[in-house]
């Protein structure tokens, strides 16, 4: 299925958004929210958006600012000002009847879209998300991990570090080995293509800008746990057992907390859960749109 793309000015930016579009007219939206580093709109949803309107769907999938076919915007990027590029481009788009869904950042900025938005949103689809832990990771040594994250994007080493990996494929064949943990799911053409996202664009930059307002000496500024028991519409997380981003205990508890919360683990899945295992996430997510919208 071939991609279509829109083009939506905003409030100091311009937004590419990919499309895909069911056969028949007053489809469900479906809109998807991609993640930070290298990724994009056709990186993180270039198989599950054609699935999903070959279901039925129409699947609006917008590059954030900085990323993908997206130019910067003219506001650096923090938690809420995303927010606030997602409610506006939701105005834009004419979106009444829509259900958002997001991977890590994009999880994120789901879970504050439904916040900021009561009744907006239908439901909640949350992949290995953002805004569910107090720390960038758990155990007994993760405050001290934390704190030097934390060092390392306040002395600049973070980003000078980064901008080396990106120009080197092999580090970047052996980085995806953590997010995505099935061997036949990191193809030459998947590597290629978050090389060429890392050499080419902006994105690590303004995620760099993301990450410094976020991390926090002794902790993430954007944690919703405490608010997760305020968002009434059904929620599904997909959340590969294997991500050593945000731990699968995490997931459980925030499932546990959403009033209409419904978790689908993933087996041997990292935290680029769909990426990893497309078969278990799309089955889960049609279920879930067959059953909740």
Same mark, same amino acid.
């Given at each position: 299925m071939i991609v279509r793309r829109l083009s939506v000015d905003l409030e100091g930016a311009t937004v590419s958004v990919a499309?895909?579009?069911a056969p028949q007219p007053n489809a469900p939206t479906v809109l998807l929210l991609h993640g930070g580093g290298t990724d994009s709109a056709e990186l993180s949803w270039g198989d599950l958006g054609p699935a999903l309107a070959s279901a039925g769907y129409r699947v609006l999938a917008p590059d954030h /600012?900085?990323?993908?076919?997206? #130019?910067?915007a003219t506001w650096p990027l923090t938690q809420? +000002?995303?927010?606030?590029?997602?409610?506006?481009?939701?105005?834009? &788009?004419e979106l009444d009847d829509y259900v958002v869904g997001g991977l890590s950042l994009g999880g994120g900025l789901a879970i504050g879209h439904a &916040?900021?938005? /009561?009744?907006? #949103?239908? !439901?909640?689809?949350?992949?290995?998300?953002?805004?569910?832990? /107090?720390?960038?990771?758990?155990?007994?040594?993760?405050?001290?991990?934390?704190?030097? =994250?934390?060092l390392l994007l306040r002395s600049g080493l973070l980003a000078a570090i980064?901008?080396?990996? +990106?120009?080197n494929p092999a580090a970047i064949e052996r980085g995806?080995?953590?997010?995505?943990?099935?061997?036949?799911?990191? =193809?030459? !053409?998947?590597?290629? #293509?978050?090389?060429?996202? #890392?050499?080419?664009? =902006? +994105?690590?930059?303004?995620?760099?800008?993301?990450?410094?307002?976020?991390v926090l /000496?002794?902790? &993430?500024?954007t944690d919703y746990t405490d608010? &997760?028991?305020?968002?009434s519409v059904p929620a599904l997380l997909v959340h590969g057992d294997r991500d050593s981003g945000v731990a699968i205990a995490r997931a459980r508890a925030a499932a546990d907390l959403l009033p209409l919360g419904r978790l689908v683990e993933v087996p041997g899945a990292g935290h680029w859960v769909q990426r990893d295992r497309p078969d278990v996430v799309t089955a889960a997510i049609l279920d879930f749109l067959e059953s909740s919208i």
């Open positions: 499309e895909w579009t /600012p900085g990323f993908g076919r997206s #130019a910067k809420q +000002a995303l927010l606030d590029y997602v409610g506006e481009l939701v105005d834009r &788009l &916040l900021e938005r /009561p009744g907006r #949103a239908r !439901a909640l689809i949350l992949l290995g998300s953002f805004g569910i832990m /107090p720390r960038l990771s758990d155990g007994p040594l993760s405050s001290l991990g934390h704190y030097s =994250t934390y980064t901008r080396s990996y +990106a120009k995806l080995r953590s997010i995505v943990r099935n061997e036949s799911s990191r =193809t030459p !053409a998947l590597v290629r #293509a978050v090389t060429d996202e #890392a050499s080419s664009g =902006t +994105a690590l930059e303004v995620f760099g800008e993301w990450q410094r307002e976020q /000496p002794l902790g &993430l500024r608010r &997760l028991g305020e968002i």
